[in-house]
């Protein structure tokens, strides 16, 4: 049996696709409740609703955890994306009280559609029903990655060399953590930034986060 089909929405650039997953299962039933649509799915009870850009901060008081268990969800969802053709740019795991978040922001070959992230959000829903990771209810979100996209593998960088990057490393260099620049070289050790006409070389040990910058 098939769970109802997420709703999607444009998030201003690109595409959110958003499923609540609660851990009881429940009774099928579906209503449109006033201000949108509203679905109740089987087994994990999956609702689904239309949602723009001004939730993707999550709840209020939440923190990002970036933790074995963010970890555990790339090692678990990343091969089952490859495997459908997407990419995963990124994964976002933030804890709250009784619910978590989880976000997910996917690449493909073509443009990222509507389909493509509800087809993400089903396959994706279903594989942590099995897995069960997560210890309590939780939301997934699936959105393409946006102008500025994370880089978070050697891939991902050797994708954009030539761009400009914005780089934050983990530990201040010479008092310095942040770098915005021209993305010059990528090997297996890490990268070159051109910044303020100056090289700028740093291993992915030492960076932190990376995204491309406007």
Known sequence: MRGPRPGCQPRGDGWLVSRHLARRPRASRVRSPPWG????????????????????????????????????????????????????????????????????YIDAPAQVTVEDCANVSREVSALLDVEDPIPSAYTLEV??????????TQAHFGRFVGARVFVELKEPRAGRRRYTGKLLTVDEGGIELEVDREHVAMTFAEIGKARLAS
């Open 143 to 152: 959105s393409s990655p946006g102008f500025e996209r994370v880089l978070r």
């Open 37 to 104: 649509f509203l679905f109740f799915g089987w087994a994990i009870g999956p609702i689904f609703i239309f949602r723009d850009g001004s939730f993707l901060n999550g709840p209020k008081g939440t923190g990002v955890v970036t933790g074995s268990l963010r970890e555990r969800l790339i090692a678990l969802i990343e091969p089952r994306l490859e495997r459908l053709g997407y990419e995963l740019v990124d994964l976002e795991y933030a804890a709250g009280r009784g619910h978590a978040l989880v976000r997910l």
